[in-house]
């Protein structure tokens, strides 16, 4: 019945690609979504596996490819999964969370129609409901430049996904009820390594050799950092953007970030720590792997490296080394730096504050004021289906309230083909990290204290940095600027997952009249269809 119903469906989503005139290469995949038991941290916890596998499988894919992923929930609950940094160009409808898709019912499936359009890099995807990311169900995506478009580095003898990320033995459904009854998460008890507590994950290389890591910080709560023993780092990709190929010692990735580095096998031939540990806790996790030489003449030795532990103007500067190399070729053969997007004029400001506080004695965390609460019907197909008193537009300000948090389904409304600036201000103590869905935008400035019009003067309009993610340091602001070229209902959450989980999210709607493909696809004819939108009809077959 399942492979009865996938064939159907894709056979159905083939017709919509080609009436949008697609005709790129599809690739195929049939994942059944599991409980399971795992022991990372050397206790056994249910975990969420993918085709049996944790964390689940990579897709690999090249610029343009058609995703056709056929997802079974053999849960006892709902399930989604969404995929952080693709971008579902015209398409919000698959982004796989709750404001534009609905939930898949335990024991059916959802077949997923995905383009990676225009899109190179390294991301990664992950379950976006109920805390079921503390469980896993994660995995790396990666998108291949097309062979006729030159990539500014030599292709690496080896190509690796880090999955990185702070992890609890506890599991999710109790992580879970401790939310839901209003209390705050405790300190997370380890770090994974793919999957793996220390010392349990290994890479293998040859001497002399150059290789590829595409790290992802899948965890919950805690900024990581990334190095290996005696070995240097050349950043050279993030989140989709090919960067100026600085070296580094160690890096920072921030909750929800990704990127890709080389690192050659120039050393003595033996064994050598990778390790990863928290940034600005106390105190700090730490967990290795092992990077093993092919000829290696003996084990690792002596204790890992340090890093750096709570010093924030070291990954602030960092943060700000990190640039596009405007020469490189993007998905398309022409310059990434051929789009100037400092030379257009911003025609609004957003100002984004992020609170924490208690709403009716139980925790919960804000954007200007809103906290957060999923309306009874995915925003999108109230939108669709014209379903009044879903949501309101401009449930949430454009500027910080400075008023009591307050719950309500949040949902910002903009102009598609707007040139806009957003500035995240972070009053609080603590790293926050913020993610937009449906687009790569260009991080032109963070500093300490409070923003303010001068703060402009110091953005860099020229060579930022393109990605999907982005940090604001402790009492601190980040500005970012966005071409809103994607029509769709689009989430912007904190990637710290107890604030997401606790309304630290809200919608922005890009919005058009236009009922033309080139603007937006229509709805998928396998849509599922819950809350108010059950029992209406996607489209004619």
Same mark, same amino acid.
């Given at each position: ?6 064939v159907?469906?894709i056979?159905?989503?083939?017709s919509?690609f080609?009436?949008a005139g697609?005709?790129?290469p599809y690739r ?5 979504v599991t ?6 941290l050397g206790?056994?916890q +249910?975990?969420i ?5 944790f964390?689940?499988p ?6 343009n ?5 056929n997802v079974?929930?053999?849960l006892n609950e709902?399930f989604l999964?969404?995929w952080?940094?693709v971008?579902n160009?015209?398409?919000?409808? @698959?982004d796989?969370v709750?404001g534009?898709? $609905?939930?898949i ?6 077949t997923?129609?995905?383009?990676v ?8 995807y992950f ?16 998108i ?7 990539v ?6 080896g ?9 609890y !033995?506890a599991?999710?459904t109790d992580?879970?009820? #401790?939310?839901?009854?209003?209390? *705050? ?10 999957g793996?507590?220390p ?8 001497q002399? !050799?150059?290789y ?8 919950l709560?805690?900024s990581l950092?990334?190095?290996i023993?005696?070995h *240097?780092? *050349?950043l050279v ?5 090919? /960067?100026l190929?600085? /070296? ?5 990735l ?9 690192? /050659? ?6 064994d050598y720590?990778?390790v990863?540990s928290s940034?600005f ?6 967990s290795?792997?092992t990077?093993r030489?092919s000829n290696s003449?003996?084990?690792?030795s ?6 750096? /532990?709570?010093?924030v103007?070291?990954?602030l500067? #960092?943060?700000r080394?990190?640039?596009t190399n405007?020469?490189a070729?993007g998905?398309?053969?022409n310059?990434?730096g051929?789009y100037?997007?400092?030379?257009i004029?911003t025609?609004r400001?957003?100002r984004?504050a992020?609170?924490a506080?208690?709403?009716n004695?139980?925790?919960r965390?804000a954007?200007?004021?809103?906290s957060?609460?999923?309306? %009874?019907t995915p925003?999108k197909?109230a939108?669709?289906f *014209?379903i009044?008193g879903?949501? =309101?537009?401009?449930s ?6 400075g008023g009591?948090i307050?719950l309500d389904?949040?949902?910002m409304?903009?102009d598609y083909r ?7 201000q972070n009053?609080?103590d603590?790293v926050q990290s913020?993610h937009?869905d449906?687009?790569?935008f260009?991080?032109?400035?963070m500093?300490?204290?409070q923003?303010?019009a001068?703060? =402009?003067?110091g953005y860099?309009l020229r %060579?930022?940095?393109?990605? $999907? +993610? +982005?940090?604001?340091?402790p009492k601190s602001?980040t500005?970012?600027y ?6 769709g209902m689009w989430?912007l959450r904190?990637e710290?997952w107890?604030r997401q989980?606790?309304g630290?999210?809200?919608y922005?709607?890009?919005? +058009?009249?236009?009922?033309s493909?080139? %603007? @937006?696809y229509?709805?998928? !004819? ?6 108010r939108a059950s029992g209406?009809?996607?489209r004619?077959?």
């Open positions: 019945m399942q492979l009865r119903s996938a159907a469906l056979c159905a989503t083939v919509l080609v009436i697609a005709e790129d195929f995949f049939n994942w059944n409980y399971g038991d795992i022991f990372p206790v056994r +249910t975990g596996l993918i085709n049996g596998q964390p689940g990579d897709i690999h894919s090249v610029t490819d058609n995703l056709i992923i079974f929930n053999s709902p999964l969404s952080n940094g971008q160009r015209r398409n919000s409808y @698959e796989g709750y534009t898709t $609905c939930p019912p335990p024991g059916k499936n959802f997923y129609i995905l383009q359009k225009d899109q190179i890099g390294s991301f990664y379950p976006s409901l109920g805390f079921h990311k503390a469980a896993g169900g994660f995995g790396g995506i990666r291949l430049s097309r062979p006729r478009i030159p500014p580095f030599p292709d690496p003898a190509d690796y996904t880090v999955l990185i990320g702070d992890w !033995k599991n999710h992580l879970r009820a #401790q939310l839901d009854s209003g209390r *705050k998460l405790p300190f997370p008890d380890g770090i994974l390594i793919n793996r507590g010392g349990g994950a290994s890479f293998n290389v040859e002399g !050799k150059t590829r890591l595409r790290i992802s910080n899948v965890g709560q805690n950092n990334f190095r023993q005696n *240097k780092l *050349k990709e993030v989140e989709g953007t090919h /960067t190929q600085t /070296t580094y010692s160690s890096i920072d921030h909750l929800g970030q990704s990127m890709s580095v080389l690192f /050659t096998a120039d050393q003595p031939a033996q720590y990778i990863v940034r806790t106390n105190p700090v996790l730490t290795t792997a990077l030489y003449a003996g084990p690792v002596g204790p890992p490296p340090g890093g750096p /532990t709570i010093q103007d070291w990954s500067n #960092q943060a080394s990190i640039r405007l020469t070729s998905p398309r053969p310059p990434q051929s100037h997007y400092g030379l004029n025609t400001t957003i984004l992020n609170s506080g208690q709403v004695g139980k925790q965390y954007v200007n004021s809103v957060f609460v999923p309306a %009874d925003l197909l939108d669709f *014209k009044d879903v949501y =309101r537009i401009g949430i300000s454009d500027n910080p309230t009591g307050y389904t949040s949902v409304n903009s707007s040139f806009i600036e957003i500035v995240f009053d609080e603590i913020w937009l449906g687009y790569s260009f991080v032109v400035g500093d300490g204290g923003w303010t001068a703060s =402009r003067n860099n %060579d930022a940095v393109s990605r $999907c +993610t +982005t940090q604001v340091y602001w500005a970012i966005v071409a809103l070229d994607n029509v989430n904190s710290y107890a989980y606790l630290q999210q809200f922005l709607r890009v919005f +058009t009249t236009s009922t493909l080139r %603007d @937006e229509p709805i998928p !004819k396998n849509a599922l269809l819950c809350g209406r009809r996607t004619p077959l």
